[in-house]
């Protein structure tokens, strides 16, 4: 246990950093520091504050050295309990860096990690497997802010403190064209087992917020992200090639899709072959006026099955839940539940789905990769001014079956004469108005759509009381 006797010679240190540098700051941050108690899944007895290492906290400072010093440090610290590298108050300038196991990211209420603006801090990597090329552009791709790679139990938590990418850059390159390379995110690991990223803000990511991929065991929790409705591509939460997922008790306003599961693009996913599944989102909100609440797709070619979403509000938003997919895609969408979803303000259409999406990695894909879509399952929605109440439409000869919607109740704005267009589709309906479209009529009154009764094994998942110990 790497922790007890060294944490009185690192607090010294801090304190005495502080006194010496004559630094304006309340003291009182580090007796705070000394004593934070925090809940997360698994606590660390060794922990040293990134200050240790030479970061300067003046918002000006590159500290990306410091971040990799104190990283490569803790990677060799012998600790049963895993390690934690503490980020005081502060404005903390730095650009990409990479985790390691059993290993908490801290952010002090008052600590904000600020992303580089010198792209060069942001070093190019390979694009994944799964999706071939970056997403923006052709060949390599920026390295998200903070990266993990094959790793187990990873954290990135704190006090509500804050990790702001500074996207603006990016977005006016991005909208010029003037970018040669795909932007990079503020969160992306990669092959891990055992991730929880809580109690934290991000803000103004460059693309998208939080990117696990082919990843098992993931928890967001009391995460709030935010964004300007109209920046380019910043989806919150993207679970891509993922398996037992919570999401839970998390805020996003985004430019994007709140939420988009997803499982690679085209050939690319299809070869890769590793599907999202067994997902939940509980307690949710999103603001996003011209995207989803909760995506599915576009990028699904490793197949998605078995989510779940209750208790989701949105205000304003394109869509509730949009299903969205392509010929060339392959695979499924499958074994989807919402139960429980208020919509407020606006929306064009509370249900959307789509098999027309296009939007493909190269011209590669094949055209017999249709996707299926099938047992989708949505109740207890209430919405208010909606354009539309549903937009469905599946694939010619490839209808998307089993659709089930019940206990609807969805105003829509007056004078709209089309409330529903549903073409290549079947399922059906009951206790929704308006009035279903025919593909969704039944005879007679059908049953509540169903919500799967048991548990994944994510929604157990223990947090325990935590004190940091610097
Ligand atoms: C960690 O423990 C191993 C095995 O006990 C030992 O060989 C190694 O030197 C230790 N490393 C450090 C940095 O203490
Ligand atoms: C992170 O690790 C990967 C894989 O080892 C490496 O390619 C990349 O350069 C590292 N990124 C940074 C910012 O150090
Ligand atoms: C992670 O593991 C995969 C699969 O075992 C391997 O192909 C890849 O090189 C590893 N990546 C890093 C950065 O270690
Ligand atoms: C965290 O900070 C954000 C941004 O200031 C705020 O909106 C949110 O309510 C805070 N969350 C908690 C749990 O204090
Ligand atoms: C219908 O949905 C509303 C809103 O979510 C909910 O309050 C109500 O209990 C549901 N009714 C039934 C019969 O489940
Ligand atoms: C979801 O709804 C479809 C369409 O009604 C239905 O066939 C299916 O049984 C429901 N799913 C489950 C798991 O009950
Ligand atoms: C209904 O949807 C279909 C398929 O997207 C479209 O071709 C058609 O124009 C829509 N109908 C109306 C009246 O908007
Ligand atoms: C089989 C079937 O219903 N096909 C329909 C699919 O949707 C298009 C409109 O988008 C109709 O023209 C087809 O008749």
Redesign the pocket.
């Known amino acids: 246990m790497g922790g007890g006797g060294r944490s009185h010679v690192v607090l010294f240190m801090v304190l005495a950093t502080t006194i010496i540098g004559g630094e304006s700051r309340e003291s009182g941050y580090f007796l705070d520091a000394e004593e934070e108690e925090y809940m997360a899944t698994s606590c660390r007895d060794y922990a040293v504050s990134v200050e240790r290492f030479g970061a300067v906290g003046d918002g000006v400072t590159s500290n990306t050295k410091a971040f990799k010093d104190a990283i490569e440090h803790l990677r060799q610290v012998n600790s049963s309990g895993g390690v934690l590298l503490y980020v005081p108050a502060g404005r903390f300038v730095t650009g990409s860096f990479n985790v390691t196991s059993h290993f908490t990211l801290y952010l002090h209420r008052h600590a904000v990690l600020l992303g580089s603006q010198n792209m060069e801090e942001w070093p190019l990597i390979e694009p994944l497997p799964s999706y071939g090329r970056g997403r923006d552009a052709a060949g390599p791709r920026y390295s998200s802010l903070i990266n993990g790679h094959n790793l187990t139990d990873v954290i990135i938590t704190g006090n509500n403190g804050t990790i702001d990418g500074q996207g603006e850059n990016w977005w006016k390159l991005f909208r010029s064209g003037k970018l040669d390379h795909t932007r990079g995110y503020l969160i992306e690991i990669q092959y891990t087992d055992q991730i929880l990223i809580s109690d934290i803000t991000l803000v103004n990511s460059p693309a998208w917020n939080i990117h696990p991929v082919y990843s098992t065991n993931i928890v967001v929790s009391g995460v709030t992200i935010t964004a300007p409705v109209d920046s380019p591509n910043t989806d919150g939460i993207n679970p891509d090639s993922c398996s037992q997922v919570l999401i839970q008790d998390s805020y996003v306003v985004s430019g994007d899709d709140c939420i988009a599961i997803k499982s690679g693009w085209d050939e690319y996913g299809i070869a890769v072959g590793i599907p999202s599944k067994e997902i939940a989102i509980k307690r949710f909100t999103c603001i996003t006026p011209d995207s989803a609440a909760i995506a599915l797709g576009s990028e699904m070619s490793g197949g998605i099955k078995d989510v779940r979403a209750e208790d989701v509000t949105v205000v304003s938003c394109k869509s509730g839940i949009r299903i969205k997919t392509a010929v060339g895609r392959g695979n499924y969408v499958k ?1 989807i539940f919402v139960r429980g979803m208020t919509l407020k303000k606006t929306m064009k259409w509370v249900f959307w789905m789509g098999g027309d999406y296009g939007d493909h990695p190269d011209d590669q894909y094949d055209p017999k990769a249709i996707p299926m879509v099938d ?1 989708i ?1 949505y109740s207890d929605i209430v919405a208010e001014n909606a354009v539309m109440a549903g937009k469905l439409d599946g694939i010619e000869n490839a209808p998307f079956t ?3 919607i019940s206990n609807a109740t969805i105003d829509v704005v007056p004078s709209k004469l089309l409330i529903w267009n549903c073409t290549n589709v079947s ?2 309906a009951s206790g929704v108005t308006p009035k279903p479209c025919p593909a969704l009529s039944t005879v007679g009154e059908a049953p509540p ?2 919500f ?1 009764e048991n548990r994944l094994a994510i929604e157990d998942v223990q947090f325990r009381q935590c004190m940091i110990k610097l």
Do not use: E, R
């Open positions: 074994d047992n399952n089993g659709i089930c399922g059906i759509c169903s799967p």
